[in-house]
């Protein structure tokens, strides 16, 4: 049902208005990091690792059309086995954030970059959920968190935050007249009100301490990144398809 509730709203008005920054933020995010393997958690229907050099790329979600069904709570990757990991608003949707980003953190190899979206409770969009609670159904019957608390759940997970940004700064209009009338608040509140964009994103690097990186090995097999014991596609299988 969310899957569902959440593709259609990203086809409204303020849905594509959305979409649109977010995937400029992704699209820059995900260009400059290299390795092997990528997931994406979450919103399946929507392909924020587009612009990611990494050669296998696959996504990971409870509904679909995600490549891999999981739980984000229980990825069911080996540990220390990506290189890049997407959370596109998975935070404000699970029972418990912090075991998602316990989870993220346990995949990630040393070094390896996380890259996260969500939606600002200190902003218009915040003022908005308050005011008419989950009633209108996606995406505010989510749990908005706080960027602090987020930072400070990534730092004692040893997840250094490397860098941060916000946008949309117009209020959550869902009128596309009005969205254009009001363009002129972008670029005015990522000056005047850095933080009281309607969404923000984090990038952060799991760092290991007193431990010497190693390189993983251009012939590791792929197939290796699940856990043994999960029951999901093997992920060669998307490499040899992408391979074709």
Same mark, same amino acid.
Not at 23 to 51: C, E, K, M, W
Not at 67 to 93: C, G, K, N, T
Not at 102 to 107: G, S, T
């Given at each position: 049902?969310?899957?569902?509730?959440?593709?259609?709203?990203?086809?409204?008005?303020?849905?594509?208005?959305?979409?649109?920054?977010?995937?400029?933020?992704?699209?820059?995010?995900?260009? @400059?990091?290299?390795?092997?393997?990528?997931?994406?958690?979450?919103?399946?229907?929507?392909?924020?690792?587009?612009?990611?050099?990494?050669?296998?790329?696959?996504?990971?979600?409870?509904?679909?059309?995600? @490549?891999?069904?999981?739980?984000?709570?229980?990825?069911?990757? !080996?540990?220390?086995?990506? @290189?890049?990991?997407?959370?596109?608003?998975?935070?404000?949707?699970?029972?418990?954030?912090?075991?998602?980003?316990? !989870?993220?953190?346990?995949?990630?190899?040393?070094?390896?970059?996380?890259?996260?979206?969500?939606?600002?409770?200190?902003?218009?969009?915040?003022?908005?959920?308050?005011?008419?609670?989950?009633?209108?159904?996606?995406?505010?019957?989510?749990?908005?968190?706080?960027?602090?608390?987020?930072?400070?759940?990534?730092?004692?997970?040893?997840?250094?935050?490397?860098?941060?940004?916000?946008?949309?700064?117009?209020?959550?209009?869902?009128?596309?007249?009005?969205?254009?009338?009001?363009?002129?608040?972008?670029?005015?509140?990522?000056?005047?009100?850095?933080?009281?964009?309607?969404?923000?994103?984090?990038?952060?690097?799991?760092?290991?301490?007193?431990?010497?990186?190693?390189?993983?090995?251009?012939?590791?097999?792929?197939?290796?990144?699940?856990?043994?014991?999960?029951?999901?596609?093997?992920?060669?299988?998307?490499?040899?398809?992408?391979?074709?």
């Amino acid at each position: 049902m969310l899957s569902r509730l959440n593709t259609e709203w990203f086809d409204t008005p303020l849905g594509q208005h959305l979409l649109f920054r977010e995937q400029q933020y992704f699209d820059d995010a995900v260009s @400059d990091v290299f390795g092997f393997n990528a997931v994406q958690v979450g919103l399946p229907h929507l392909d924020f690792l587009r612009n990611s050099r990494i050669p296998l790329r696959v996504s990971c979600a409870v509904e679909a059309p995600a @490549d891999v069904r999981a739980d984000p709570m229980f990825l069911p990757f !080996e540990s220390q086995s990506l @290189d890049l990991i997407l959370l596109p608003h998975v935070l404000e949707y699970s029972a418990n954030p912090h075991q998602v980003l316990r !989870e993220a953190e346990r995949v990630l190899r040393p070094e390896g970059r996380l890259v996260l979206a969500g939606f600002n409770p200190r902003s218009l969009w915040g003022l908005a959920r308050r005011l008419q609670g989950g009633e209108r159904g996606y995406p505010w019957n989510g749990s908005f968190l706080n960027v602090s608390r987020v930072k400070d759940w990534m730092a004692l997970l040893g997840l250094e935050v490397a860098a941060g940004s916000m946008c949309c700064y117009r209020p959550p209009v869902n009128q596309e007249n009005w969205l254009r009338r009001l363009r002129f608040m972008e670029p005015a509140g990522d000056r005047w009100w850095a933080m009281g964009g309607g969404v923000y994103f984090l990038q952060a690097v799991k760092r290991v301490q007193g431990m010497t990186i190693i390189q993983p090995q251009w012939s590791t097999p792929v197939a290796q990144l699940l856990a043994p014991a999960a029951k999901v596609v093997n992920l060669e299988h998307y490499r040899m398809r992408r391979e074709r």
